[in-house]
């Protein structure tokens, strides 16, 4: 069975988040294990300065790496990633599953981004659109995401 983790900088504040984020761990049991696990932010200056800004994601990086196995297939969020649609994240998810690969991690940087070592440390950088999302929403995107193609790579319907 696939195991995903998804490695988030920062909580989620809104109930209807969390809720949301809770519905879809519940469907997503039957086709893997989820790991979902928050990285507290670092406290950053209202007007930083670029060091005070690299500074930060250089220690939110810290703590997302050390969460992170040699083992893992990462997959960074990232705004200057390749776009993939739903059936081809069910066919990365089947590819991996297929060559032994079986531990994907999705990393969410934090407000400000995340540190080059993190982009080093990617297998593969995904962006979801050229479209700005609300930070803590993205979570629950890339959750149902992650959903819709463990139905499609299990050739069950889906809304498209």
Known sequence: ?????????????????????????KRLGAYIRLEM???????????????????????????VLKLISPQ???VLLDLLGKELSSPELAVLFDEKGL???SRIT?????????ADEIRKRADYRWSFSKLTFPHQMIRLILLEQ?????KISKGEPYHK
């Not at 998804?6 to 809770?22: N, P, Q």
């Open 1 to 25: 069975m696939l195991q995903i983790k998804v490695l988030a900088v920062g909580k989620i504040k809104e109930k209807y988040l969390k809720e949301g984020l809770k519905e879809y761990a």
């Open 37 to 63: 696990i928050e990285v507290e932010d670092e406290p950053c200056p209202e007007r930083a300065s670029a060091a005070d800004e690299a500074r930060v994601k250089q220690k939110e990086a810290e703590k």
């Open 72 to 74: 893992d297939y990462v």
């Open 99 to 101: 060559s032994g690969q």
């Open 106 to 114: 999705f990393v969410i940087g934090g407000s400000l981004g995340t």
């Open 146 to 150: 992650i959903y819709r193609a463990c």
